[in-house]
């Protein structure tokens, strides 16, 4: 019995609880949310969605590069290779 009475009275003060809260909100004039963004925030969104639409590859020097690989004519120095290798190597340490 009485673990019954304590359920109804927590009922009932959860649902007067619920109802002072609304009509203060609505008194102080705060049942409305706003968000303004700054213009920092506005130029960031544009330059994201330039970036989202770009290409991930740039077809032109892939292309180049893909043709001269086919007529044997693209030549790797392997100095410079050695060189960016180690370079690599060296910034990894």
Known sequence: MRIEAYN???QLYQTSNTKNVTQTAKTNGMGRDEVQISSTGRDYH???AAVS???D???DLVADIKA???DGTYDVSTDDFAEKLLSQYGSIL
């Open 8 to 10: 109804q009275v927590a």
């Open 46 to 48: 544009v330059a994201k």
């Open 53 to 55: 639409e770009a290409a």
């Open 57 to 59: 590859v740039r077809e």
């Open 68 to 70: 001269r690989i086919k």
